[in-house]
T-cell receptor
Framework: AQSVTQLGSHVSVSEGALVLLRCNYS??????LFWYVQYPNQGLQLLLK??????LVKGINGFEAEFKKSETSFHLTKPSAHMSDAAEYFC???????????FGPGTRLSVLP | EAQVTQNPRYLITVTGKKLTVTCSQN?????MSWYRQDPGLGLRQIYY???????DKGDVPEGYKVSRKEKRNFPLILESPSPNQTSLYFC????????????FGQGTRLTVV
């Protein structure tokens, strides 16, 4: 069965600092991996996805993530945090095309001035 | 514009009063699903549908019903709501052709008193 863990339910960084949000997954087959962002009172918006092409995936708003099979990880990074990045971030995994998405518990990112 | 539309956005109801939350997508997606989001638990799948007239239970189906009579619509029905169903609900759709991500509605915040 698939599962996703996200280390740290709440992460705080200063504006301009590196953002690192951690995601580890378990899957019996090579997975498809996703990062979503949720702003207050809104639905989930796709940041980026890994679909077995390049292991370093670039997404919107300057975010990127690297798939590391040996570590079963898909950590999300951004070199310089902006106030507008404050939101909740969810990592998700799917073993099948467009089906059965399993989400992690989420990490709330706060950006301090 | 490609979108998933949920209604209503906010709903307060009383215990035992049947309600329906509607969900419609305009992307001709085969796969649709309902999630509930609770603090610290991320998104948990309630029901999903692979296509018209094909539905199945997710991780937390108790107290919910769904139907898929048309490809674009996937309503969530609470026959007898209880306070433990107070939550934020999301409908999502995705294509089972290719490496599709899930597209989410804006969410329905339900309060059962």
């Amino acid at each position: 069965a698939q599962s996703v863990t996200q280390l740290g339910s709440h992460v705080s960084v200063s504006e301009g600092a590196l953002v690192l949000l951690r995601c580890n997954y378990s899957s019996s087959v090579p997975p498809y991996l996703f990062w979503y962002v949720q702003y207050p009172n809104q639905g989930l918006q796709l940041l980026l996805k890994y679909t077995s092409a390049a292991t370093l995936v670039k997404g919107i708003n300057g975010f990127e993530a690297e798939f590391k099979k040996s570590e079963t990880s898909f950590h999300l990074t951004k070199p310089s945090a902006h106030m507008s990045d404050a939101a909740e971030y969810f990592c998700a995994v799917s073993e099948n095309y467009g089906q059965n998405f399993v989400f992690g518990p989420g990490t709330r990112l706060s950006v301090l001035p | 514009e490609a979108q998933v539309t949920q209604n209503p956005r906010y709903l307060i109801t009383v215990t035992g009063k049947k309600l329906t939350v509607t969900c419609s997508q305009n992307m001709n997606h085969e796969y649709m699903s309902w999630y509930r989001q609770d603090p610290g638990l991320g998104l948990r799948q309630i029901y999903y549908s692979m296509n018209v007239e094909v539905t199945d239970k997710g991780d937390v189906p108790e107290g919910y019903k769904v139907s898929r009579k048309e490809k674009r619509n996937f309503p969530l029905i609470l026959e007898s709501p209880s306070p433990n169903q107070t939550s934020l609900y999301f409908c999502a759709s995705s294509s089972t052709v290719g490496r599709s991500e899930a597209f989410f509605g804006q969410g329905t915040r339900l309060t059962v008193v």
